[in-house]
């Protein structure tokens, strides 16, 4: 036999080889399995909805750590298989804090409270005094109004003027202004406190007449969130990233929760995200057996992702080989691809032109739905930030999203499974194509917190018709006290033309709280118009 025919033979069979490899890893039965055993465990009621920093993302920490290390995925964090983060979770006031007026030392939150703007200080003497009547009145006629804004201007004269602005409302109208611990708002280089009406008549206070004593400090609180790291080291140039969150809201603390009841509930997030987790740890698994080798391969599961990317931007921003990267892979929400619609939306496309060479519509089990977009409200974002090709895998929102009801009886085993198959059978067909090239791809003008106003309505990311489908609508909120219904497809706000999810979203930008406009959504056959009050 020549070498050439030697060669020819031993490349024939290493081709066999790799083939019954890559079937053999696949075994739907098993990875149906374990999805569920994964599933269960994630969202199983003992990990009260795995909220960053509580012992519920502990517990399932150390099940995804032991995951790795039962199946020989190497410890890639920190802390063995653990890399901890900090979260900013709001201030609080400090106890050294008192406020006094006319000698009466006030109470904090019974008399008085600092607003969100409000900055550290110490003071004695006449403060800047605003009273919010004006504005609360003018409220209900002018819906563009913002009293916060109207007080931080009252705020920059007080810093002008070195003193403290104490913010009062003389006419007992709703102004809706609060203390919220939680807000990231650039805080005044004064403190800024309002004065609750009680307050100012049971110690006769007179504004601009009454001398004040301030000393207001905040104390800044943190919380303690897991990424959780393994490694497959093959010894290659570059790396793949699988990643998926698999934090949740806990009970609702963090105020993120789309459910609308008195009694606090465990959100499980079985799709949201213990689904993308188990796609990630079964990948994991076959990946440490499979024959595709021209890659090392990085598996995290963030923590911090409901509260806005906290542990995938610790990630990209402390891990020393982000420059070998190849491209990074993000599941979220991939638990319902239901049998019969199996919807499935791959974001990304367009950070890589290799994608549009592997990707295609035609010949494949799902509908899919194709995304160019680099950024979105997932973990894929941090890496894309860094000139990384991702993709993100999502079969769509849903009306338990965000809420208790997002439970294992709802999961699509089998879809999730063909999920993980797809994902696996595509990081093979890149292994030919060595460090894949980056694109830069159009964002939408929008922002993740920047909106004034909500509709309330849940959206179906997957629906590719003009418009956006309404696939669920949260009880009073603007869209249900306007009559939307699920099934709607939202079609124009006021004069803004809705063809998308992008353009809803800038359309939803432009309005503001107690504003009215009118909504057009098709309805079955018919046009129906709505009027909609933010």
């Not at 020549?2 to 490349?11: A, G, M, R």
């Not at 409000?118 to 003497?125: A, R």
């Amino acid at each position: 036999m020549s070498k050439k025919i030697f060669k020819s033979v031993i490349v024939f069979w290493v081709l066999i080889a790799q083939t019954a490899t890559a079937q053999d890893v696949f075994n739907q039965p098993v990875v149906i399995k374990q999805l569920k055993k994964h599933i269960g465990y994630l969202a199983d009621d003992k990990l009260e909805g795995r909220r960053t920093g509580t012992k519920g993302e502990m517990l399932a920490a150390k099940y995804i750590s032991a995951q790795f290390k039962k199946h020989k995925i190497a410890p890639a964090g920190t802390n063995q298989y653990l890399q901890p983060f900090t979260v900013h979770d709001g201030r609080s006031i400090d106890a050294s804090s008192s406020i006094s007026i006319n000698g009466i030392v006030l109470q904090a939150h019974t008399d008085y409270f600092p607003l969100t703007v409000s900055g550290n200080g110490t003071f004695n003497g006449q403060a800047v005094w605003f009273d919010t009547k004006t504005f609360a009145t003018q409220l209900k006629d002018n819906p563009h109004l913002l009293i916060i804004e109207e007080v931080r201007k009252a705020g920059a004269r007080a810093e002008d003027a070195g003193k403290p602005l104490i913010v009062y409302n003389s006419g007992l109208i709703s102004d809706e202004l609060a203390w919220d611990a939680k807000s990231r708002i650039t805080p005044l280089s004064v403190p800024v406190i309002y004065l609750h009406p009680d307050a100012m008549r049971k110690h006769s206070i007179i504004p601009e007449q009454t001398p004040v004593q301030v000393k207001l400090q905040f104390n800044t609180l943190t919380r303690t969130g897991h990424n959780v790291v393994g490694y497959i080291d093959n010894g290659a140039e570059y790396t793949i990233v699988l990643g998926a969150h698999y934090d949740h809201l806990g009970y609702g603390e963090d105020k993120n929760s789309m459910y609308t009841g008195s009694i606090p509930m465990i959100h499980n997030g079985a799709d949201d995200n213990a689904s993308g987790t188990a796609a990630m740890l079964e990948l994991s698994r076959m990946l440490r057996k499979s024959a595709f080798k021209k890659n090392n391969y990085l598996f995290v599961a963030f923590s911090g992702e409901e509260l806005g990317l906290y542990g995938s931007r610790h990630f990209v921003e402390n891990y020393s080989g982000t420059r070998n990267i190849n491209y990074m892979i993000n599941m979220d929400m991939v638990g319902r691809a239901a049998d019969s619609a199996r919807k499935l939306t791959i974001g990304g496309f367009g950070t890589s032109p290799v994608w549009g060479e592997l990707i295609k519509k035609e010949n494949c089990l799902f509908d899919l739905k194709i995304d160019s977009s680099g950024s979105g409200p997932s973990d894929h974002t941090s890496f894309y930030k860094k000139d990384i090709p991702v993709l993100f895998f999502f079969t769509g929102t849903h009306f338990d999203y965000h809420k208790p009801s997002d439970d294992v009886d709802k999961i699509s085993y089998f879809g999730t499974s063909e999920i993980v198959r797809y994902i696996y059978n595509l990081i093979g067909k890149t292994e030919s194509y060595g460090k894949l090239s980056f694109l830069k791809t159009k964002e939408p003008e929008m922002g993740r917190t920047s909106f004034k106003v909500t509709m309330g309505i849940l959206i179906d990311y997957t629906f590719t018709g003009k418009g956006v489908y309404v696939d669920g609508v949260t009880d009073g909120r603007p869209a249900s006290k306007a009559g939307v219904q699920r099934g709607d497809i939202l079609q124009k706000m006021g004069d803004h033309t809705i063809s998308d999810v992008s353009s809803y979203m800038q359309a939803l930008n432009k309005f503001n709280k107690g504003e009215t406009i009118t909504i057009q959504v098709k309805r079955g056959e018919d046009n129906v118009l709505l009027p909609l009050t933010f």
